[in-house]
T-cell receptor
Framework: EAGVAQSPRYKIIEKRQSVAFWCNPI?????LYWYQQILGQGPKLLIQ????????DSQLPKDRFSAERLKGVDSTLKIQPAKLEDSAVYLC????????????FGPGTRLLVL | SQQGEEDPQALSIQEGENATMNCSYK?????LQWYRQNSGRGLVHLIL?????REKHSGRLRVTLDTSKKSSSLLITASRAADTASYFC???????????FGKGTMLLVSP
């Protein structure tokens, strides 16, 4: 079974530029999550999708972050414009059911904003 | 805000020793999960314990849950160098549909 795929693996941008991350969840997984993990901390949920609907985006900085999950499969997370404090690893995860189920994580995208 | 808090923040042991990590949380939960993260990689699910369970085993892992104290512990027996990683607890709070992670315990197992 293929795991959660993410791209790119690394990205370096300057502040005020825009960036987009892509995630392909495990086939058949209805729930998809985007997390932000700052160095030395645990993952913080940014947005959770159930199929192509948003379940929770309460911690997503909506003035600069946006996410979509077209057709309930792949998802993209965009930051525009980026700030220095956005430097982090962005993790995508998926699960068969809601948040109480086991989540399967991708390798993450490491973002450095200069 | 983070629901779970792991303790200790860092733990260094020798191969063959046991490692114990603790997690405390604030609100009532449906279940609690433990994940492992190797350096520069994504998280890997280790074990899930439901709120009506007190202890669970999986291979060299033993997890306990005390809902009255709002705490959990993860025991890794006969540790190996390959167990070197960060370990996170994550809680699924009642009334919420999201999982909240703690800050993690960094475990170093020396050969």
């Amino acid at each position: 079974e293929a795991g959660v795929a993410q791209s790119p693996r690394y990205k370096i941008i300057e502040k005020r530029q825009s960036v987009a991350f892509w995630c392909n969840p495990i086939s058949g997984h209805a729930t998809l999550y985007w997390y932000q993990q700052i160095l030395g901390q645990g993952p913080k949920l940014l947005i959770q999708f159930q199929n192509n609907g948003v379940v929770d985006d309460s911690q997503l900085p909506k003035d600069r972050f946006s996410a979509e999950r077209l057709k309930g499969v792949d998802s993209t997370l965009k930051i525009q414009p980026a700030k220095l404090e956005d430097s982090a690893v962005y993790l995508c995860a998926s699960s068969l059911e809601g948040a109480g189920a086991t989540q399967y994580f991708g390798p993450g995208t490491r973002l450095l904003v200069l | 805000s983070q629901q779970g808090e792991e303790d200790p923040q860092a733990l260094s042991i020798q191969e063959g020793e046991n490692a114990t990590m603790n997690c405390s949380y604030k609100t009532s939960i449906n279940n609690l999960q433990w994940y492992r993260q190797n350096s520069g990689r994504g998280l890997v699910h280790l074990i899930l314990i439901r709120s009506n369970e007190r202890e669970k085993h999986s291979g060299r892992l033993r997890v306990t849950l005390d809902t009255s104290k709002k705490s959990s512990s993860l025991l890794i027996t006969a540790s190996r160098a390959a167990d070197t990683a960060s370990y996170f607890c994550a809680t699924d709070a009642r009334g919420y549909s999201t999982l909240t992670f703690g800050k993690g315990t960094m475990l170093l197992v020396s050969p």
